[in-house]
């Protein structure tokens, strides 16, 4: 099977039908909005909230806002540029590879048997799954996009929450990787962790020599 053919199964079961049952406006400091989308002008987002939909009708600033996701699964993207900041990446685009790799570590502490199935975690873009933790294991990815990431975490089902790291070439990152129980769903989160926090974490744990 292709690589193209593999990542798109992969991405299938990490983002099953209906994940977002509802409008997300992404604001550009990370903050979610849940919502139905009214109307995008020039100047401004138009939004009724999700929970109250019969309620008023809110308005954001354009530029306050990162990216809408749609129900039906379109994604509209509203770029910020700088003449001053053209190397920079704009948050949720990777830019092309312009230095050493970075290294991340994905860290997951060792559970029961019953909590051992495999953690995937992926990038919204690019659209791609990068490791499939096992259970008691840590995996260092040599990893070459660059800026502000969007990574998503699933175990069954995909965690709606999005997890924002800035990823620079050359530095060393240690994302810890959990699965919690909400409710009756089971969901994978993400961690950022500081390097002696990370060491103690992986104090103990097996190196997997695979991503997936």
């Given at each position: 099977m292709g690589k193209a053919i593999y990542l798109a199964c992969a991405l299938i079961l990490l983002f099953p039908l209906g994940a977002f049952p509802q409008d997300e406006i992404i604001l550009s400091n990370g903050d979610i909005i849940k919502a139905k989308v009214e109307e995008v002008g020039i100047s401004e987002v138009k939004y009724k909230k999700w929970d109250n939909l019969e309620g008023p009708t809110y308005s954001t600033a354009k530029k306050e806002v990162f990216m809408i996701k749609y129900e039906n699964g379109n994604k509209d993207i509203f770029p910020?540029?700088?003449?001053?900041?053209?190397?920079?990446?704009?948050?949720?685009?990777?830019?092309?590879?312009?230095?050493?790799?970075?290294?991340?570590?994905?860290?997951?502490?060792?559970?029961?048997?019953?909590s051992s199935p495999e953690i995937i975690v992926g990038t919204i873009m690019p659209d791609e799954v990068v490791v499939k933790v096992r259970n008691g294991r840590w995996y260092k990815a040599m990893y070459l996009n660059f800026g502000e990431i969007e990574f998503v975490a699933?175990?069954?089902?995909?965690?709606?929450?999005?997890?924002?790291?800035?990823?620079?070439p050359g530095k060393t990152y240690y994302i810890f990787c959990t699965i919690k129980n909400k409710g009756f769903k089971v969901m994978a989160e993400l961690k950022m962790l500081d390097e002696s926090t990370a060491k103690r974490e992986m104090n103990g744990l097996k190196e997997q020599l695979k991503a997936k």
């Open positions: 910020k540029s700088s003449p001053s900041e053209k190397a920079e990446a704009t948050p949720g685009q990777p830019v092309v590879a312009t230095g050493p790799p970075a290294e991340i570590f994905f860290i997951r502490p060792k559970k029961l048997a019953g699933g175990v069954y089902s995909i965690n709606p929450e999005v997890f924002w790291y800035k990823i620079d």
